[in-house]
């Protein structure tokens, strides 16, 4: 149970959580003990209930019961500024981030414009900023317009604060055009994030090529799109040895090629999308459009090899994929309908449904969602450790909730989940030590 105290609330409080299970996947540390937070990072880490002289609290949370975890980093946030605001607005999105413990997140650059010039990323940090929540990451367009066609400026963009370049659910058709890209950014260091799918094999699919898709007569994708995408980019790795971040693996065949690369030793990192770990084709057996998603959701078995994938290191990282979509363009026909599922209030209950169906502990099932994208990212950050920032989740693991229009604060509000119970729910966020987000009514 949380029990809150208050005293008066600074911009930059001191505070004490106390009695939490603290669980840092990157020191291993699982431990009851008390937080001491003051000026936006974490003063001391001591055994619950022992004191700390000299320390005047503003706020104490009483946390017994609740686990204190890193923040989570979510690799995959569609935040639709600038440009679709009619679908989601950067307050909207950020609201729900910290509602679901992510206090850190990379947005794509399929925005309106696209994020090929530095204006636009810095005008975007800085709304993020103003509304001092979590922190947001872009990443740059790799080809103005996302057009395949001419390389962006990419140090004006990393200068502007890109984190990596990314052509997002764009093809870029002209393999010429990537190696050039993969050259230059290699010369800089600079990551490149992209899809595996083939840019002309089931372009046109909307679903997993196999028997479902047959039977309900959709047109398909088929695994070879992911592999031979895949196939090509790690050919060009070897050529450039530029650093690549392969974005939502779907498939088992993908999975397989990249624990070759890494095998071989190829700087290669990879994530999944949480909802992939879950649903396969069958799923949309009723023609839901809200199980309309790129990749699209694959067969058993492809998601088994997922769920094998994380526990052997081949996949790094699990991210949300988040992408509010609006009714008039989910509410189709399955085969019309615009992809995307929102997905950052349900990061963590998923990833812990997947654990618990998996047999894997906490401190392993949060290192996906904390170190290990800060170590994509190279940031410091991921962490609890004294010295370190105070970017906080304060979660009840065992709290069950239902997934209403209501309990959510994204504007999006596609998601299949939407009706059920998970387990598992954030009940307050801190972000450089302020409490940006506190579940009310607990």
């Given at each position: 149970?949380i029990?809150?105290?208050?005293?008066?609330?600074?911009?930059?409080?001191?505070?004490?959580?106390?009695?939490?299970?603290?669980?840092?996947?990157?020191?291993?540390?699982?431990?009851?003990?008390?937080?001491?937070i003051?000026?936006?990072?974490?003063?001391?880490?001591?055994?619950?209930?022992?004191?700390?002289?000299?320390?005047?609290?503003?706020?104490?949370?009483?946390?017994?019961?609740?686990?204190?975890?890193?923040?989570?980093?979510?690799?995959?946030?569609?935040?639709?500024?600038?440009?679709?605001?009619?679908?989601?607005?950067?307050?909207?999105?950020?609201?729900?981030?910290?509602?679901?413990?992510?206090?850190?997140?990379?947005?794509?650059?399929?925005?309106?414009?696209?994020?090929?010039?530095?204006?636009?990323?810095?005008?975007?940090?800085?709304?993020?900023?103003?509304?001092?929540?979590?922190?947001?990451?872009?990443?740059?367009?790799?080809?103005?317009?996302?057009?395949?066609?001419?390389?962006t400026?990419?140090?004006?963009?990393?200068?502007?604060?890109?984190?990596?370049?990314?052509?997002?659910?764009?093809?870029?058709?002209?393999?010429?055009?990537?190696?050039?890209?993969?050259?230059?950014?290699?010369?800089?260091?600079?990551?490149?994030?992209?899809?595996?799918?083939?840019?002309?094999?089931?372009?046109?699919?909307?679903?997993?090529?196999?028997?479902?898709?047959?039977?309900?007569?959709?047109p398909?994708?088929?695994v070879?799109?992911?592999?031979?995408?895949?196939?090509?980019?790690?050919?060009?790795?070897?050529?450039?040895?530029?650093?690549?971040?392969?974005?939502?693996?779907?498939?088992?065949?993908?999975?397989?090629?990249?624990?070759?690369?890494?095998?071989?030793?190829?700087?290669?990192?990879?994530?999944?999308?949480?909802?992939?770990?879950?649903?396969?084709?069958?799923?949309?057996?009723?023609f839901?459009?809200?199980?309309?998603?790129?990749?699209?959701?694959?067969?058993?078995?492809?998601?088994?090899?997922?769920?094998?994938?994380?526990l052997?290191?081949?996949?790094?990282?699990i991210?949300s994929?988040?992408?509010?979509?609006?009714?008039?363009?989910k509410?189709?026909?399955?085969?019309?309908?615009?992809?995307?599922?929102?997905?950052?209030?349900?990061?963590?209950?998923?990833?812990?449904?997947?654990?618990?169906?998996a047999?894997?502990?906490?401190?392993?099932?949060?290192?996906?969602?904390?170190d290990?994208?800060?170590?994509?990212?190279?940031?410091?950050?991921?962490?609890?450790?004294?010295?370190?920032?105070?970017?906080?989740?304060?979660?009840?693991?065992?709290?069950?909730?239902?997934?209403?229009?209501?309990?959510?604060?994204s504007?999006?509000?596609?998601?299949?989940?939407?009706?059920?119970?998970?387990?598992?729910?954030?009940?307050?966020?801190?972000?450089?030590?302020?409490?940006?987000?506190?579940?009310?009514?607990?």
């Amino acid at each position: 149970m949380i029990i809150s105290v208050p005293h008066r609330q600074p911009d930059f409080p001191r505070l004490i959580i106390r009695g939490a299970r603290v669980i840092d996947p990157h020191s291993g540390r699982d431990a009851h003990e008390d937080l001491f937070i003051a000026n936006g990072s974490i003063q001391a880490i001591l055994p619950a209930g022992q004191s700390q002289p000299d320390f005047t609290a503003d706020r104490v949370l009483e946390a017994r019961g609740a686990v204190v975890a890193p923040g989570l980093i979510d690799l995959s946030a569609r935040l639709r500024e600038p440009g679709f605001e009619y679908r989601a607005t950067l307050e909207s999105e950020m609201k729900a981030a910290v509602a679901g413990g992510v206090t850190r997140l990379v947005c794509p650059p399929d925005t309106d414009p696209p994020l090929d010039e530095p204006g636009l990323v810095e005008m975007l940090k800085h709304r993020a900023r103003n509304l001092a929540q979590a922190h947001v990451h872009p990443l740059g367009a790799l080809t103005v317009r996302l057009a395949g066609e001419q390389l962006t400026e990419m140090a004006e963009l990393t200068e502007a604060g890109c984190v990596g370049f990314s052509q997002a659910l764009r093809p870029l058709v002209d393999t010429q055009v990537l190696y050039r890209s993969m050259q230059y950014a290699k010369t800089f260091d600079y990551p490149i994030w992209l899809y595996a799918r083939d840019p002309w094999l089931g372009a046109s699919g909307v679903a997993h090529s196999g028997p479902m898709a047959g039977r309900l007569g959709l047109p398909g994708v088929p695994v070879a799109s992911e592999t031979l995408r895949l196939l090509t980019l790690f050919e060009l790795v070897r050529l450039t040895g530029v650093r690549l971040h392969v974005c939502r693996l779907s498939s088992a065949a993908g999975v397989e090629l990249v624990r070759k690369a890494k095998a071989e030793g190829l700087p290669v990192t990879a994530d999944v999308a949480v909802h992939h770990l879950h649903l396969i084709d069958i799923d949309i057996g009723d023609f839901d459009p809200s199980l309309r998603v790129d990749p699209p959701f694959r067969s058993q078995r492809d998601r088994e090899a997922l769920r094998l994938g994380l526990l052997d290191g081949t996949i790094d990282v699990i991210c949300s994929d988040h992408a509010p979509v609006d009714d008039d363009a989910k509410q189709l026909p399955f085969g019309e309908a615009e992809s995307g599922v929102i997905g950052l209030e349900l990061l963590l209950p998923l990833a812990l449904k997947w654990a618990s169906e998996a047999g894997i502990g906490l401190p392993q099932t949060l290192g996906f969602l904390t170190d290990k994208p800060a170590a994509i990212l190279a940031r410091d950050a991921g962490q609890i450790r004294v010295g370190g920032q105070a970017d906080l989740c304060l979660f009840e693991p065992s709290a069950h909730w239902v997934v209403t229009n209501d309990t959510l604060f994204s504007q999006g509000r596609n998601t299949p989940y939407l009706g059920r119970e998970l387990e598992g729910r954030v009940m307050a966020t801190f972000v450089d030590g302020r409490c940006v987000f506190e579940r009310s009514g607990r």
